[in-house]
Each structure stands twice: as structure tokens, then as C-alpha cells.
């Protein structure tokens, strides 16, 4: 016959598994810094302006219109061939921005995240990208 401790420890484990079960638990822990999460916009109304909803596994990109490119130019759309206004799993690394397109980690998209106008006591960021020899910059909307 099982003691009252023992019980009580296998009770504890059983709901311990059935809480990791049930939370969907996929043992993966990257995610995005915590100071990317949150609703970029294009800072400057350009060609590719758009929007990016960054929360703490997942990415949303809205705009960045598809442009013609020449095909010796093939970095200069911003997050050319991801999905767009579809939630995708990511993570940030090292200065750049994975995203998952098919279960597979897109190559590091290389970010620069700095105060605006260079006010250090401000609490307005800019996210900055560089895509085909130019900048892209972002800030986050409040």
C-alpha cells in the first residue's frame, strides 16, 4: 500500500504532465527580445511601407507591397517572400529576426534597435533594417 507521501509526489507528477500537455509545450524557448515586442510602422511613408506586430514568439507582417525588382536586386524589398498578415513563429538572435515560413527559420534579418534622435531618457525607439543597400526604419506605435 502506497504511504500518503508517495501519493501525494504522484499526484504532483501526474499534474505536472498533464499541465505540460496541456499548455502545448513544444520545448522551444526562442522567442523575440522583449524590447522588439510590440506594433512597428514605417517610420517614413516610402515604397515599402508597413507595419510589424512582434509578440513574444510570433511576428505579423502587414504592407510591404510587392514591388517588379531586378532580379540582381533581389534584397531590396523588405521581407521579401514571407507571408504577410499571417502570425508566424520567430525569434530574434544576435541582431537579427528569424521567421519560420514552413516550419523552417528564414536567414537572420540583420536590425539595429536604437532611441530616436538619439534621446537616450526617451522612451521612443526606432527599429532600423537594412534591405539592398538601404535603410529601413521603423518605430513603434504607442
Known sequence: ???????????????????IASCEWDGNFRR???DLW????SNVQGPYAGTLTIEFDRITITGFPARS??????????????????????Y????????????????????????????????????SFEFGGSLEHMQRQE
Not at 38 to 41: A, E, F, L, R
Not at 69 to 90: A, D, K, L, Y
Not at 116 to 123: I, K, R, T, V
Open 1 to 19: 500500500m502506497m504511504s500518503k507521501r508517495k501519493k501525494i509526489a504522484a499526484c504532483i507528477v501526474f499534474l505536472s504532465v498533464f499541465f
Open 32 to 34: 523575440f527580445d522583449s
Open 38 to 41: 510590440g506594433v512597428w510602422v
Open 69 to 90: 525588382t531586378p532580379p540582381w536586386e533581389p534584397n531590396v524589398q523588405p521581407f521579401r517572400n514571407i507571408p504577410r498578415n499571417v502570425p508566424m513563429r520567430g
Open 92 to 127: 530574434s538572435e544576435n541582431g537579427r529576426i528569424f521567421i519560420e515560413v514552413a516550419g523552417a527559420p528564414q536567414g537572420g534579418i540583420p536590425f539595429r534597435l536604437a532611441p530616436l534622435a538619439g534621446n537616450w531618457g526617451s522612451q521612443e525607439w526606432l527599429l
